[in-house]
């Protein structure tokens, strides 16, 4: 150095008090970036998890009716042969539609009969057989059988058709004939708008127009009288959403609110939703056939993935020589772990399908893609997991004379179990969350038996979703969200497990 | 044929060598660490039923010639050995012998003790198990009894050897790696610095606890403190920068020096 340098002026490091108050400033600025971005995750997932919560939550619920059911010996079982072969083909339909006509006495016309009973689902027979087959001593007596509801009727009594808002009637109301239309003519101030339905004398009637107090509407369903009705004796329904932008016409929905009035339409708990299988009626689809697949598959995947996984890993780790070919095989598996999934689906295509002539759609064919797809990531995982290990482990193991192999499999290998089984649980995660190379090798397909082993056709839980999502019903897109929140339970769980035994046996030595 | 090697000449030879049977000869010893000459041209022979301990400042090698004895450097790929190490005679780098067999005649205490994760009867008993020294469990309780008592821990775990090793205190835990040592029944223990992580009343103990062993053992030790060699051992060997520079009676090395540099190190001059 120069002797300038030497004879300047020492300086001190608390001098500049400009440079300390910009070093806080930035620090503080830092701190903010960071809690915004943060703060905009947090809230994208408040937002998502939200979302799948408020659309999902009602498809583990189902809209049925306990209904009162004469289960007659003649329809099921004419010769009381109490076999379940013959109980199984009795007429179960025709009870179920004529006890809930009952319910409707005022319903005559054929059509207007057959739009009511268009409310049942196409199952509720079935599951009135199930209930008879598993409990013959129901027959010759009078059962109260629960009886599903259409996905649509089910949809309007959670609500998700439309909001619906009841207004007693106010004064009294007369209705009189005005050629095609319908005169209404209250005592009190106006409160009817377009599109609101009056009921009276057991009939209904849609405001069509609303100028100056003088009212016009259309039938909806014939009153027993035009007698005029008195405060208490009618009452305003009125929709938020107009008749012709839901699925349920207004004389549907009157029936609804009918039914809900009587208190026979009861919400629970839809088990069917984790019993049975894909179905093209909503109210029937379940999750079991795609969570059984997923299952299938991800057992295919850990009983090839692990063994293969963590022999590569120790190997490559304990036992290969260090040289550029060892090395090649390293890079090759990191690159592995990033390539595009899609691309294990058409190699499992190319390889498993067209030359192995595996049969499709199976899960032993999606077990073996997903397990090349999570191979690197466990041989990635065990390998840091057996590095972890200290040396001196090893060394003391061998300084009493064991054999590399019996140090590795008494001392590391124990000890890296924990980090291995994290690893696996990641890569299993993984595994079931992935979509795109099953849609390659044809598990997308509508499937309704629950598959029974590796070599069934059948589907993945992502895979039912994005088939569900693709479908009109809101009934679906209800699925398409509970089916989420299973994946997504099913994930946060093996998470969790992952977490739960880092922490638990993290640094033993 | 020992003639024909450059070799401690046999009068001028230590005492200490002298009264007790040879156990370890080595003969034109050099290692590599891929490059790097760590050990260079080293003989030296090692008394039974004595402690010798290697000294010298750090990075000089003594800790690679320790695990040339026991070839545990041949876990390092890139070291090579070189030369000739008998014991008892026989040749430890013929392609003939057993690693493994090798390493259970001879035991290592490691700088860090290092018990493994497990029960400290489980530690005591692993390398018993795995030579199938015992015929029955009785047996082999037995075998870790013993061996914790030689290693003079047995008092203090007597009533939990279902506990972690980790567990152990540290001084503990190096008298542990010392009964796991001993369970296999060497016939020669390395101990590499020992009692470098080791506060003083726990270093006492395991200065009393080698000279205890002497008796049954031959023993080397390399250790970073002068006292510590002046105090357990009986042979002192000196190394700098990769060479063996002075080998002698204790006494002899810490009293009468007969190289400068051992004299410089020993006064405190390096290291
Ligand atoms: N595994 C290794 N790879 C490469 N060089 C090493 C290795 N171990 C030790 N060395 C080198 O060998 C020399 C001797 O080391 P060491 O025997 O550990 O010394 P000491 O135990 O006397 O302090 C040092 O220069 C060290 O850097
Ligand atoms: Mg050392």
Redesign the pocket.
């Known amino acids: 150095m120069t002797d300038t340098a030497i004879s300047a002026a020492p300086r001190r490091v608390s001098d500049n008090a400009a440079l300390v108050a910009k070093r806080y400033r930035s620090e503080r600025r830092f701190k903010l970036y960071g809690i915004a971005a943060i703060a905009v995750t947090a809230v994208f997932l408040v937002l998502l998890f939200a979302d799948i919560l408020v659309k999902g939550l009602p498809a583990f619920f189902e809209h049925r009716m306990m209904l009162p059911v004469s289960v007659s010996q003649e329809a099921i079982d004419p010769q009381n042969s109490k076999d379940p072969k013959i109980i199984r083909t009795g007429d179960f339909d025709g009870p179920i539609r004529e006890s809930f006509r009952a319910m409707f006495p005022d319903v005559t016309s054929r059509g207007d009969r057959k739009k009511l009973l268009g409310l049942l689902s196409s199952g509720a027979a079935d599951d009135f057989r199930a209930m008879v087959v598993n409990n013959p001593s129901l027959i010759g007596t009078d059962a109260k059988v629960p009886v599903l509801l259409s996905d649509d009727a089910d949809q309007y009594l959670k609500g998700r058709q439309t909001g619906v808002a009841k207004i007693a009637g106010q004064g009294t109301i007369t209705a009189s004939a005005d050629g095609e239309k319908f005169k209404l003519v209250t005592d009190k101030t106006p409160v009817l708008t377009a599109g609101d339905i009056v009921r009276l004398n057991g009939g209904a009637f849609r405001v069509v127009s609303a100028d100056n107090g003088a009212y016009l509407a259309e039938q909806v369903t014939a009153p027993k009288s035009l007698d005029p009705a008195n405060a208490g004796a009618w009452d305003i329904v009125r929709f938020t959403v107009t008749e012709h932008n839901r699925r349920i016409d207004d004389q549907e929905a009157l029936w609804l609110e009918q039914l809900k009035e009587k208190g026979v339409a009861e919400n629970g708990i839809a088990w069917r939703f984790f019993s049975s299988g894909d179905s093209r009626e909503p109210e029937l689809a379940g999750i079991r056939g795609a969570l059984t697949g997923s299952i299938l598959t991800l057992l295919v995947t850990l009983f090839l993935c692990l063994p293969i996984g963590v022999a590569a890993a120790i190997y490559l780790e304990e036992f290969a020589p260090k040289n550029r070919l060892t090395q090649l095989i390293e890079v090759n598996i990191n690159n592995l772990a990033a390539v595009p999934s899609i691309v294990f689906g058409l190699l499992g295509l190319a390889m498993f399908l067209n030359f192995f002539g595996l049969p499709r759609s199976a899960p032993l064919v999606g077990g073996l893609v997903l397990a090349l797809l999570v191979l690197p990531t466990i041989i990635i995982a065990s390998r840091a997991a057996l590095r972890a290990v200290p040396p001196s482990i090893k060394e003391a193991a061998l300084g009493v004379g064991a054999s590399h192999q019996q140090a590795i499999f008494h001392h590391v290998l124990p000890l890296a179990m924990p980090g291995i089984m994290t690893g696996t649980i990641i890569g299993m995660a993984h595994a079931l969350g992935e979509t795109a190379p099953l849609l390659m090798i044809g598990m997308v397909a509508f499937i309704v038996d629950i598959p029974g082993g590796f070599t069934d056709a059948a589907t993945a839980l992502p895979i039912q979703i994005y088939l569900w999502s693709d479908l009109p019903e809101i009934a679906f897109q209800s699925k398409t969200a509970g089916a989420i929140i299973v994946l997504l339970v099913f994930l946060f769980v093996m998470n969790a497990a992952a977490i739960l035994l880092r922490k638990r046996f993290e640094r033993r030595w | 044929m020992d003639t024909m090697i450059k070799t401690p000449v046999a009068d001028s030879a230590p005492r200490i060598a002298r009264e007790r049977p040879l156990k370890i000869k080595a003969r034109n010893v050099d290692v590599y660490?891929?490059e790097?000459h760590?050990?260079n041209d080293l003989s030296i022979d090692i008394p039974d039923s004595a402690v010798s301990a290697?000294i010298?400042?750090?990075?000089?090698?003594?800790?690679?010639?320790?695990?040339s004895i026991n070839r545990m450097n041949d876990t390092?790929p890139?070291?090579r050995v070189t030369g000739n190490i008998e014991i008892d005679g026989r040749d430890i780098y013929d392609r003939t012998l057993d690693v493994v067999q090798l390493r259970a005649r001879i035991g290592m205490v490691f700088q860090k003790p290092n018990p493994f994760p497990k029960s400290i009867y489980e530690n005591v008993a692993y390398g018993p198990r795995i030579h199938g020294f015992a015929r029955n469990k009785t047996d082999l309780e037995e075998i870790v009894v013993t061996s914790l008592k030689k290693a003079g821990l047995f008092e203090e775990v007597k009533d939990r050897l279902d506990h972690s090793g980790t567990s152990l205190s540290g001084g503990q835990q190096q008298r542990l790696c010392i009964a796991r040592a001993i369970a296999v029944n060497p016939e020669v223990i390395l101990m590499?610095?020992p009692c470098s992580a080791l506060d003083p009343i726990a270093t006492a103990r395991i200065e009393e606890l080698i000279d205890e062993l002497r008796q049954n053992f031959c023993i080397v030790i390399?250790t970073h403190s002068m006292q510590q060699a002046a105090r357990v051992s009986q042979l002192t060997a000196f190394?700098h920068l990769?060479n063996l520079v002075e080998v002698g009676d204790t006494d002899d090395i810490f009293t009468a020096p007969k190289d400068k540099r051992t004299q410089d190190y020993i006064t405190g001059r390096f290291g």
């Open positions: 660490y891929g790097k760590a050990i290697f010298g400042p750090s990075g000089c090698g003594k800790s690679t010639f320790l695990r390092i890139s070291c590499d610095e390399v190394f990769g």
